[in-house]
Structure formats: C-alpha cells, structure tokens
C-alpha cells in the first residue's frame, strides 16, 4: 500500500532540500548525527548549520556552526538559539543541557531524574533550576562528577 502523501515532504523536494530517514530512528537522532557529520565533509568550511525544530532537546546540539530556530508563541514569535542565546536561557553551555535534563529529570522523554539530586537541592534551600545545576556541572566538570559529589 503506497504512503499517503505528505504535503511537508512535498515543499521540502520542491526546494530541493534533502529528506534523511533512518528506519529504527527518531529524527532527532538523525538530526544529532548530521550535526557531527556535515561539518567533518563539507567542502567550504565555515557553512552554518540551522536545524529547524519544537524540539529544544536540539538545543544540546548548538555550537559554533550549529543553531537552533524555533517557534515560542505562534509562527510570528520566534528565536534563533546560537551558544549565547543557550547561556542566557539557561545558564548552562549547550553541551551541559543532556546532563542538566539528566539530573532533573524529562517527562516528554521519560527520564525520572536523580531523585538524590532533587534531596540535595531542596536541603541546601535552592530550587531545581537550571542556574544551580549549571553551577554543580560546571563546578564538577560534569554530570557524573556533580553526582558524586551528593
């Protein structure tokens, strides 16, 4: 039985941009594993990457050559994540975010979060934010280290 066409599919041909489809594979892994391979074999250095997402998971992903376009509120509500646009949200660098979503936990990706961590911050009087937990990755190093420390 032929797929139902796909109207979102059809304006990307129609511009010429290319559909990756990895069977087995959300797209935003996908996404990640373009992300480390485009900059590795492109032949004019310096090309700027922007992924085009509601995902903010995607936002772990920016970089120098890596941004992150998303809607806030509606289609004329937008914003262009770059490194400084990550820090200024949320305190954190973007390759801090996976440990920081790790620690606090993700319904929308059913991550439970490290119970012990959620104890220790409400102990010392601080609440789960991105600020303190920016403060004990980049104090520790990094999630395992900030773990240990508990």
Do not use: C
Request: proline share 7%; charged share 25%.
């Amino acid at each position: 039985m032929p797929e139902p066409p796909r109207p979102e599919l059809e304006a990307l041909e129609a511009f010429h941009i290319p559909i990756y489809e990895h069977e087995g594979f959300e797209a935003d892994d996908v996404i990640g594993t373009l992300v480390e391979q485009v900059p590795k074999k492109q032949k004019l250095p310096g090309v700027e990457i922007i992924i085009v997402t509601g995902d903010l998971d995607a936002l772990q992903l920016v970089n120098r050559h890596t941004k992150v376009y998303t809607l806030r509120k509606g289609i004329q509500d937008t914003v262009l994540y770059g490194e400084k646009e990550v820090r200024e949200r949320y305190g954190l660098n973007p390759d801090q975010l996976a440990d920081f979503r790790g620690l606090r936990g993700d319904p929308s990706d059913n991550i439970i979060g490290v119970p012990s961590l959620t104890n220790y911050w409400q102990r010392i009087g601080t609440v789960l934010s991105p600020a303190t937990a920016g403060d004990d990755i980049t104090t520790s190093g990094n999630m395992s280290a900030a773990s240990l420390s508990l």
